[in-house]
């Protein structure tokens, strides 16, 4: 099955009109936009990691009963100089690129010099953000490449750096109810002391007359050092309450030494990053609206994560939730030559996979001097994480399981920082592809499913019913591909309540497996796309 998700991909560039079976919600209006890798070879190079691929973005638009595709390679300087050169000449994540030896000996030379400190590719390939009323194609680096979220067309490269003083940033940011976007970065190198940097970008900062980006009046929230100057901590997304964001400062770490030299020792950057399973993982709670960190000192066993799945406060504490991992393999599976393998043997190979484990941690953000040594200042009824005092006032923190074997979460983002009471994710069993789309319920740690034989559904995408009420009212989306060639790729839509199929839309064309994405109100839709058109 696996191999069958690393054939190049194709473009769709004109509205496809799906065959849709079922009755789709009226109030259904608006677009789901993808993004994933899509191309994994160009002329006769190729690149050696999953994640390399270059992004392909495709979306889903719903529109009075009917749904049209449509798709779209991310034409980012990366793209194009490939396209040009007719092979990967730009280096990726597990991609190291030298330069052709057909060059002459002062290009070569050239290249060599402009690699000692890396410029990083501008392939966007993992999440669609907004930044006030603009929409961007986004992964980890420095780069950003906006699109127009109607035609797909890519419309402008914005480097954060120009704005921010950044290296790395997320592609998971938050938005808060008033459309303000939250997210995190880290400064390496050339950007004073290293640290990791949380900033926010107002509502209603675009610019479409002056064609100015939404970053211009970006705002540095904060910043938290590095507690280790070389090894900064590798972060892919973060949490956020009412009041506070929640970094996880984890043990998974960018060795920046190896990263500085990776090209001249014949390395990828992937291999730059390290964990150490006997290290400690630091929880750091930052106000939002000061801009400082709670000076309590909250810590707990080594531990990976990707993705959080929601946060928010409770009668002083502070609660989140996070998909945890035992160790990095993930990242070894999506090696092209293991994805490669049959089933059986990819299986076989890959017993040691840590399976994705949902665990909760309770932070207490008010501590009584007189609380005895190892006690548990966790006071919540509903859960058993523990917080536990120790002699230096630190904190030690005990999560509580969840749930195991999903990632890709997602909620009800109304409930996005608040109390909430269920989450969807993609179910990951035997391959880090999911075959099962699955509901949990946190309050009786119950969970439904839905799934169907040689069909393997992308991050489920909850998108609410007007003026709903209660957390669960609303549909799932999903793109599914299929292993069977009689099945055509189709648009799953269910019911969140039941998670029963209300609807599909199949697709005639080719569709790729993708990474993650943003459901787009159609009326926000067309005015992002009016304002690109300025």
Not at 400 to 414: A, R, T
């Amino acid at each position: 099955m696996l191999k069958s998700l690393i054939k190049n991909g194709e473009e769709t560039p004109e509205p496809l009109r799906a065959q849709v079976t079922g009755t789709l919600p009226a109030w259904l209006q608006g677009t789901l936009i993808r993004n994933g890798p899509g191309l994994f070879s160009v002329g006769d190079s190729e690149y050696n990691h999953w994640f390399d691929g270059s992004s392909l973005i495709h979306s889903f638009t719903f529109s009075n009963g009917e749904v049209f595709y449509k798709s779209k390679f991310l034409k980012s300087d990366t793209y194009k100089r490939n396209i040009k050169a007719n092979r990967i000449i730009v280096s990726e994540f597990g991609t190291m690129i030298y330069p052709d030896p057909c060059k002459n000996i002062f290009s070569r030379a050239f290249t060599h010099l402009c690699n000692v400190i890396p410029d990083f590719t501008d392939n966007n390939l993992i999440n669609i953000v907004r930044y006030g009323e603009d929409y961007y194609a986004s992964s980890e680096v420095n780069y950003i490449n906006q699109i127009n979220p109607v035609t797909l067309e890519t419309v402008s490269r914005v480097n954060y750096r120009n704005h921010i003083a950044l290296n790395l940033a997320t592609a998971h940011p938050h938005y808060d109810d008033e459309g303000n976007t939250y997210n995190m970065g880290t400064a390496i190198l050339g950007l004073g002391r290293p640290k990791y940097v949380i900033f926010k970008v107002p509502a209603s900062t675009s610019d479409a007359e002056q064609k100015k980006p939404a970053l211009r009046k970006v705002q540095q929230v904060c910043s938290v050092p590095f507690r280790s100057l070389l090894f900064p901590s590798y972060f892919h997304s973060f949490g956020m309450t009412e009041n506070y964001i929640v970094f996880v400062e984890q043990p998974f770490k960018l060795d920046i030494v190896r990263l500085a030299t990776a090209y001249f020792r014949g390395v990828n950057w992937g291999s730059c990053l390290k964990y150490d399973k006997d290290d400690i993982t630091l929880f750091h709670l930052i106000n939002r609206k000061t801009g400082k960190a709670v000076s309590t000192r909250f810590y707990g066993d080594a531990l990976v994560v990707f993705h959080h799945i929601n946060a928010y406060e409770e009668d002083g504490h502070v609660v989140f939730d996070l998909i945890s991992y035992e160790n990095t393999n993930l990242y070894d599976m999506f090696y092209l030559q293991n994805m490669r393998r049959e089933n059986d043997d990819f299986i076989q190979s890959n017993k040691t996979f840590s399976p994705p484990t949902c665990q909760r941690f309770v932070l207490p953000l008010h501590i009584h001097k007189d609380c005895p040594t190892g006690s548990n200042l966790v006071t919540l009824g509903d859960t058993t994480a523990r917080a536990e005092l120790q002699a230096d006032g630190s904190v030690f923190c005990r999560p509580d399981m969840l749930f195991k074997g999903l990632e890709l979460p997602g909620i009800n983002y109304k409930f996005n920082g608040k109390k909430y009471r269920y989450f969807y994710g993609s179910r990951v069993e035997w391959s880090p592809h999911p075959n099962k789309i699955a509901k949990v319920d946190v309050q009786t740690r119950t969970h439904v499913e839905w799934q169907q034989e040689g069909c393997y559904p992308s991050e489920p995408v909850f998108v609410a019913s007007p003026g709903a009420v209660e957390e669960d009212d609303g549909v799932i989306l999903s793109s599914v591909i299929s292993t069977d060639s009689k099945i055509s790729p189709f648009m799953l839509v269910l019911d969140a309540k039941t998670m029963q199929e209300v609807a599909r839309a199949s697709i005639d064309a080719n569709v790729h497996m993708d990474l993650h994405g943003l459901f787009i109100p159609a009326a926000a839709a067309s005015a992002a796309t009016a304002a690109t058109a300025i």
